[in-house]
C-alpha cells in the first residue's frame, strides 16, 4: 500500500515527495508517515470485515499515537483503542467520538478510570476483578451507569514473540478461561449494579500470520458465550477480538490480507452462533501495527564507519534505539535502503548501528547496500508503528520531528525535540544553585 517509489533521480519518494529532500528540509532523524497509506491501512480493514457483517474497526492507538493521526482514523470511520489517560486526552485533544473509544488496560488507575467515565469513553475492557470492583464503585460515587467489556485470557498460544503474546493462560492479562475465572468475572459483571456488560474481549498476541490461531481463539471465546447462555442465560451482544494482524518487516514475513482475517473471524463467530443458536455479536477487532506499521518510515542520515577487518563493516546513524527500540528489545528486523542511492546496484554488507552508548544499539545487522557514504540518507521501511510510540530519550537525544506526506505536501505533526525540551522537567534545587 502507500505511495512509495523511485524517481526519475533515483532517490526514494514518499507522498510525491523526494525522501532526500525531506531529510535536507526536516533533518534527521525523521518519522515520516504517508498519509495515503495510512488511510488505505485503515480502509482495507474496516471494508474487510463490514463486508461480513455488524462490525467496528478499532484503531490501537498504542501502535501510534498523535493528534492529527487519531484525527485521520475518526475520518476514516473507525473507533479507537487507547490503553491510558495519555492514550484517553490524546483522542480528546483531536476530538475524537469518545463513544468509539475503548478503553484497554491491566492496571488503569483510578485517576484514568475517572477520566474516562468523565469523558464518555465508550467501553472500559476490564481486566480483572479488582478492576471490576473498583470501576463499579468509582461509577456508583459518580452516579454513572458505564458499558463494559471483560478481557479473556482464552489460552491460546500464537507464534510470536514471547513478550508480544497475550493469549496463552500464564499472561498477566485478563481474566483466564480455562479456569473458571472467566465464567467467574461474567458473573460478577452481572451483579454490579453499575455496569453494563456488553461483551468479552481477547488479545492472542501481535505480529500474528496464521489466521488459524484467530479462528481457533475465535471459537474458543464463541464457546464461551455458549456456556454464558446456558450457565447465566446472558446472549452477549458484542464480541471484540483484539488486533495482532502481521506485517512485512524482512524476508520471511508472509502477511495476509485483512480480507483473511476478516472471514477467519466472521465466518467463525457466524458458524458457532448457528451451531448454538446465539445471535450473531457485534464484532470489534483492534488493529495498530497493521495500520501505522506500513506508512511510516524512518530518515537517518549515515555518519561514522568502522571496519574489523574480516568480521564487519559497521556504519553508523544518527538516531537508533531511542527512536526505535524493536531491534534491541526484540531482535526485531527491518529493511532498509539508502533514499539517495535507491537506484544504485548493491556494492557491501555492512551493519547499522545506532549512536547510543551500548553495543546492544543495532539497527540492522548485515546488510547489502549500495557504496555507504557519509551524509547518505539511509530510510528504514515500516517504521510507523511502535518506533516513536516506545521512543525515549535515553542519552539525552532530543526525538525526532514526525512529518505528514501526502501528494507532494509535508506537514509537521510531532515537533522535533529540542534541548530545552530534554531538560524541561528537570529541577534544580535552590541548594545546588551556586
Ligand atoms: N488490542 C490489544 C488489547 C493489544 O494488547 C494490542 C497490542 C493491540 C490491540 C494491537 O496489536 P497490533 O495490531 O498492533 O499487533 N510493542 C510491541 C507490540 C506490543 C503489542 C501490545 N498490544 C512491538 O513493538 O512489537
Known amino acids: 500500500t502507500g505511495t512509495m517509489r523511485i524517481n526519475e533521480k533515483g532517490h526514494l519518494e514518499i507522498g510525491g515527495i523526494d525522501a532526500v529532500e525531506l531529510a535536507a528540509e526536516f533533518k534527521t532523524p525523521l518519522w515520516v508517515i504517508d498519509e495515503q497509506g495510512f488511510r488505505e491501512n485503515c480502509r482495507r480493514f474496516k471494508e474487510a470485515f463490514s463486508a461480513y457483517g455488524d462490525s467496528l474497526v478499532i484503531y490501537a492507538s498504542k501502535s501510534l499515537s498523535c493528534l492529527a493521526l487519531v484525527k485521520i482514523a475518526e475520518e476514516e470511520g473507525l473507533g479507537l483503542d487507547v490503553v491510558s489517560g495519555g492514550e484517553i486526552f490524546t483522542a480528546l485533544k483531536a476530538g475524537f467520538p469518545m463513544d ?55 489460552g491460546v498460544e500464537a507464534h510470536t514473540h514471547e513478550y508480544i503474546k497475550t493469549g496463552q493462560i500464564d499472561s498477566k492479562f485478563g481474566f483466564t478461561l480455562p ?164 537506484d544504485k546496484p548493491v556494492r557491501e554488507k555492512v551493519s547499522i548501528a545506532g549512536k547510543c552508548c551500548e553495543s546492544g544499539d543495532m539497527l540492522i545487522w548485515d546488510i547489502e547496500l549500495p557504496t555507504v557514504e557519509p551524509g547518505d540518507i539511509l530510510a528504514v521501511f515500516a517504521t510507523g508503528a511502535y518506533n516513536y510510540a516506545m521512543s525515549s530519550n535515553y542519552n539525552r537525544l532530543p526525538r525526532p520531528a514526525m512529518v505528514l506526506v501526502n501528494e507532494g505536501k509535508a506537514e509537521v505533526i510531532v515537533k522535533r525535540e529540542t534541548y530545552e525540551d530534554i531538560i524541561r522537567n528537570d529541577v534544580l534545587p535552590e541548594r545546588l544553585r551556586k
Open 100 to 154: 468509539k473509544v475503548f478503553f484497554h488496560g491491566n492496571n488503569k488507575s483510578r485517576e484514568e478510570l475517572v477520566m474516562a467515565l468523565e469523558t464518555g469513553v465508550g467501553r472500559i475492557v476490564v481486566d480483572n476483578f479488582y478492576e471490576l470492583e473498583l470501576l463499579n464503585h468509582i461509577c456508583s460515587e459518580m452516579g454513572k451507569k458505564q458499558d463494559i467489556m471483560l478481557r479473556i485470557t482464552p
Open 179 to 342: 479456569d473458571g475465572q472467566a465464567l467467574e468475572g461474567v458473573r460478577m459483571a452481572l451483579d454490579c449494579k453499575w455496569l453494563n456488560l456488553k461483551g468479552l474481549h481477547c488479545h492472542i498476541g501481535s505480529q500474528i500470520f496464521e489466521m488459524a490461531s484467530f479462528r481457533h481463539a475465535t471459537g474458543v471465546m464463541m464457546d464461551f458465550y455458549a456456556t454464558v447462555k446456558n450457565e447465566l442465560g446472558l446472549e452477549l451482544d458484542e464480541l471484540d477480538m483484539g488486533g495482532g494482524f502481521g506485517i512485512f518487516y524482512y524476508k520471511g514475513d508472509e502477511p495476509c490480507d485483512p480480507k483473511d482475517w476478516a472471514e477467519a473471524v466472521m465466518l467463525t463467530v457466524r458458524e458457532k452462533a448457528d451451531e448454538y443458536n446465539l445471535k450473531m455479536p457485534r464484532v470489534i477487532v483492534e488493529p495498530g501495527r497493521a495500520i501505522s506499521g506500513p506508512a511510516g518510515i524512518t530518515l537517518y542520515t549515515i555518519g561514522s564507519r568502522k571496519e574489523v577487518k574480516g568480521i564487519r563493516k559497521y556504519v553508523a546513524v544518527d538516531g537508533g534505539m531511542g527512536d526505535n527500540p524493536r531491534p534491541a528489545l526484540y531482535g526485531a528486523k527491518y529493511t532498509a535502503i539508502l533514499a539517495n542511492k535507491a
